[in-house]
């Protein structure tokens, strides 16, 4: 099935919770919703549509930014090789996608779509579609996405999907209550929402970076919401957390690092040297021992809530 027809099988206006017609009005509240660039924008207000245009430029700007600064050759292989050394040697957010959908394979109502919430580009694809067909959900409009929405207003129908995937989504979100809310109201019993949230990481996408989360308190905005925790796993140990900031606040200005290469190793040594610190220390999270009530500082959170 197409991702535009699988997403009219779930669609509901986010306002009403009406059904949408094929010119995505609503047969409740009669709003018309717009199609940008041939995907519908299911938000609720006038100003929401504001914060897309709004974000849109900004995506635009950063696509352009990267266009003008991609060079090929070594630049691109040294990309590629980042890319290799920080998702297989290195717990980065990949390495906990795939380690998620293990978890949760095979486990997920039948048939039902499964929605990356604030999903760009669609990073994890792949690994998502292992557990069903994939809708992309952004608040911005990316060459990847297929419903323009809200997260705190999801435009879908109640208990309509199998699965909802949040990878270092949650810190951006005003109010991340709401956004357990509409998780709660739209998943189908049995189905899961999955994610990955930060603990101590330096903010980022300012301004829009508002929060951040401990065990208890992932744990309490389930549960608050009646989803059941089938896990939360804590990702990197002290001494990673630690040289975590350090990297991405103060080595990330190193005019050294813009010298192809030199970022790979330079990554490689901090990630390596945090790593191996942790082993000794015996902290170094998820597969290195379970956290206690006295560790419970970690980079973040990986977790597994279902709808009962
Ligand atoms: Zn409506």
Known sequence: MQSIEMLRSVAACPVCRGSLDAGWRCAGCAREFSVVDGRPALVTHPSATADVAKDNEVVRAQARARDGSSRGGLRALADRVREMVTADLFADDRTQVRALVDAVEGTLPAGLPVVDVGACEQYYRRDLERLGPVLAL???????????????????????????????????????????????????????????????????????????????????????????????????????????????????????????????????????????????????????????????????????????
């Open 138 to 308: 952004d608040v911005a409009l990316y060459g990847a996405t297929d419903v323009i929405a809200d997260a705190h207003a999801m435009p879908f129908r109640d208990g309509s999907l199998g699965g909802i995937v949040v990878v270092e989504v949650l810190e951006h979100l005003r109010k991340p209550w709401k956004f357990f809310e509409e998780a709660a109201r739209t998943l189908a019993p049995g189905g899961v929402l999955l994610g990955v949230a930060p603990q101590y990481c330096p903010t980022h996408g300012f301004p829009n970076d508002y929060f951040r989360y401990t065990r208890s308190g992932l744990g309490s905005l389930a549960e608050n919401e009646g989803l059941a925790v089938e896990a939360i796993w804590p990702i990197g140990g002290h001494w990673g957390t630690l040289l975590h900031w350090y990297w991405a606040n103060r080595a990330r200005e190193n005019a050294l690092r813009k010298v192809p290469g030199v970022g790979v190793a330079y990554h490689a040594w901090f990630q390596g040297v945090a790593k191996a610190m942790d082993v000794l220390d015996g902290h170094a999270g998820r597969g290195n021992g379970a956290p206690t009530a006295e560790h419970q500082d970690h980079v973040g959170w990986s977790f597994v809530f279902r709808k009962r």
